[in-house]
Structure formats: structure tokens, C-alpha cells
């Protein structure tokens, strides 16, 4: 990771924030991170969080229980530096961690078509996350674009106990899950409205042709 090393007060300051994912995140994290680097690169990341005073073992992780949404956070901040990722890396992990994910996986399953997939995103993000809400804003399939919101997730109070690469994870793992939607058309992602640009708000504009 580029000029980056998470300092034992990075993860300690980071650890404060509130709010919980359900465990899903971390067996999907795990098995791509064994997919991409195998049980030694899932050892590295073990250790690496243990260093840090958050231990995470990937046996130990269940997809039922709940844990700080801030050690997703970590998890994944970890994994770029123990692997020394670039930007675009950490992107691709956000992306291909749908890929790992069962639950969404299933959820995906479901869907019929693009409409009904994101009146659902909201009751999915409950399922998952103890905080924040999700919504899908100006959806059509002939304008071609939508918008998602989060709001109450990430505040911009918290933004200095966080890093940017936490945002390029989501906006690369929010162009993944259209993606799976809309598997033939390309997609065009933005992420501007950030709680590092001063907003209470997360949000993602996606495009396809
Ligand atoms: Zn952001």
C-alpha cells in the first residue's frame, strides 16, 4: 500500500466508531483472500490484525454474528498493505468480493430484474448492517443510471479516523454487485457525495450504455 502503514492509533481510533456487520463479510473476505493468496496469505492477514490488537481468525468466523463494521474496515485496510496493493487492487477486491459472497450470491438468485433487486437493497442492508440505511435514487432501465445513497453510515465528524481506500472498496464492490445485475452492459461508477468531502451521506452514481 502505497505510503500507507496502519499504525496501532489508526486501528485503535478507527476501532471507536459504532455500528455492526453481520460476520458474512469476514468468511467472504477470508475465502477471497485464500482464493487470491492462499492459507499463507490468509495467515499474513491474521497476524497482521493481530499485531494490531484485533485478532480475526478465520475459523473463528461466523456468518450469523455480528462484529464492528469498523474491523471490515480494517480488514480490508490490512489486506492492501500486507499484499501491498495499489488503488486499483483495492478496487478489484471490492468487486470481487461479490464473487465470495454467498449471501449475496443467493440474494442475486432471486432477482428477477433490476427494479425489484433494489426495492429489496434496503431490507438486505438491515440484514447485514445495524446502522446506516440504503436507498436506490432515480433508477430507470431506459435513462440508464441510478443512485445510491447511504446515509447515516459513514459521518463526516468520523472521516479523520478513517482512510479513502475504505470508499474505493465499496465503490468497487457497488459496481461489482450492477455488474452481476446487468452482466452485458458497461458500467460507469462515481462516488462524490463522501463523508470526506464534508457530507453525512455516501453516494454512488452509476451509469451503463
Ligand atoms: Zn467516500
Same mark, same amino acid.
Given at each position: 500500500?502505497?505510503d ?12 471507536? $466508531?459504532?455500528? +455492526? ?7 467472504s473476505? @477470508? !475465502? ?12 499474513? *492477514?491474521e497476524? !497482521? ?10 475459523k /473463528?468466523?461466523? &456468518? *450469523? ?11 480490508? $485496510?490490512?489486506?492492501? /498493505?500486507?499484499? +501491498? ?7 478489484q477486491?471490492?468487486? #470481487? ?8 450470491? *443467493? $440474494?442475486?438468485?432471486?432477482? $428477477? &430484474? ?13 440484514? &447485514? ?13 431506459? #435513462? ?14 468520523d472521516? /479523520?479516523? =478513517? ?27 462515481? =462516488? #462524490?457525495?463522501?463523508? @470526506? ?13
Open positions: 500500500m502505497e500507507f502503514k496502519i499504525t496501532k492509533e489508526f486501528a485503535d481510533n478507527l476501532m471507536t $466508531l459504532k455500528g +455492526n456487520i453481520r460476520g458474512g463479510f469476514f468468511v473476505h @477470508f !475465502r477471497y483472500v485464500k482464493n487470491l493468496k492462499g492459507d499463507e496469505g490468509v495467515k499474513l *492477514v497476524e !497482521r490484525l493481530e499485531r494490531l490488537g484485533y485478532p480475526t481468525k478465520e /473463528e468466523v461466523s &456468518n *450469523v454474528k455480528w462484529y464492528p463494521e469498523a474491523l471490515a474496515s480494517l480488514m480490508i $485496510l490490512a489486506t492492501a /498493505e500486507v499484499f +501491498n496493493l495499489t488503488k486499483e487492487d483495492v478496487f477486491m471490492g468487486k #470481487e468480493s461479490i464473487k465470495t459472497s454467498f449471501i449475496i450470491r *443467493v $440474494l442475486m438468485s432471486h432477482f $428477477l &430484474n433490476l427494479e425489484k433487486a433494489f426495492k429489496e437493497a434496503p431490507k438486505y442492508w438491515r440484514k &447485514n448492517y445495524d446502522f446506516g440505511n440504503v436507498e436506490i435514487i432515480g433508477f430507470g432501465e431506459k #435513462e440508464k443510471h441510478c443512485t445510491i445513497s447511504i446515509k447515516n453510515f459513514r459521518l463526516a465528524k472521516a /479523520e479516523k =478513517h482512510h479513502p481506500w475504505t470508499c474505493v472498496y465499496h465503490t468497487g464492490y457497488f459496481s461489482g454487485i450492477i455488474e452481476m445485475l446487468l452482466p452485458n452492459k458497461k458500467i460507469k461508477i462515481k =462516488h #462524490e457525495k463522501c463523508f @470526506f468531502s464534508g457530507q453525512d451521506e455516501m453516494e454512488f452514481k452509476i451509469t451503463w450504455d
